[in-house]
């Protein structure tokens, strides 16, 4: 199915720790001026150049709980030790406004999206070109001590393993040519076909991550 256009979406962009999905939604939503960011709330510490309020909403484990069990919360998931979540009456109104919103958000809310908003949410996930680059990419951004590293990077194989259940695929190798292919999926929107899984890219998850997916 391919969406009507002119008809905003949620695009849900997910994928491991380092893989490319603040990038590639930084760079996208440049292309799609009328975007919204979807600003989650968490439970881990501020880190590096964010901002309070722009890259997240900074929050106490007792607030996160309250919001979450008052219903605010369109989806949520325990990510690395932390809790995130993403408001829900943000998303709705932009949504309403047809602007289209962007989530960086793990494979568990991706699927609670989804599930949801059904074919008014679109899941992208960002693959790295391979294990040893992702590694690499983690450790230069500089932004975890040694043992988050080593935590985002055991975590990378249990979200690896909901590719498949994703709308479609973009390997981010070369950034502008990543930033051009997810912009052209985007605007062909297919639903449930993740092409890239069963054109070929089931093998290269297990020649490049050692992950074999039935
Ligand atoms: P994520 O949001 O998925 O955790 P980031 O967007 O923070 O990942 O990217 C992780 C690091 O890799 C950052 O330092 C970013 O600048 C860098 N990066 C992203 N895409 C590329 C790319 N295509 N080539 C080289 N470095 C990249
Ligand atoms: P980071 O700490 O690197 O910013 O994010 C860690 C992981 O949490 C990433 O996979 C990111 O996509 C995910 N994440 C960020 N916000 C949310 C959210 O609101 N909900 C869920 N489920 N995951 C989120």
Request: glycine fraction near 8%; charged fraction near 30%; proline fraction near 4%.
């Amino acid at each position: 199915m391919v969406m009507a256009p002119g008809k905003a979406s949620a695009v849900v962009v997910s994928g491991p720790s380092g893989s490319g999905k603040t990038t590639l939604i930084k760079h996208l939503m440049l292309r799609y001026p009328n975007s919204h960011f979807s600003i989650s709330a968490t439970t881990r510490a501020l880190r590096g150049e964010e901002v309070d309020g722009v890259d997240y909403r900074f929050i106490s484990r007792e607030k996160f709980e309250s919001l979450r069990d008052s219903g605010d919360m369109l989806e949520w998931a325990e990510v690395h030790g932390e809790f995130y979540g993403t408001p829900r009456k943000e998303v709705l109104k932009a949504l309403d406004q047809d602007l289209h919103v962007f989530l960086d958000i793990d494979v568990q809310g991706g699927l609670q999206v989804k599930e949801a908003l059904g074919s008014r949410a679109w899941l992208l996930y960002v693959l790295p070109p391979d294990r040893k680059t992702l590694e690499t990419r983690l450790r230069s951004r500089g932004t975890e001590d040694e043992a988050k590293v080593a935590l985002r990077l055991a975590n990378a194989l249990g979200e690896l393993a909901e590719l498949p259940h994703y709308d479609a695929v973009v390997v981010n190798d070369d950034l502008a040519l990543a930033v051009d292919q997810a912009d052209e999926l985007m605007r062909n929107r297919q639903h449930n076909e993740n092409e890239w899984f069963s054109s070929g890219g089931r093998e290269i998850l297990k020649e490049r991550f050692g992950l074999d997916l039935p």
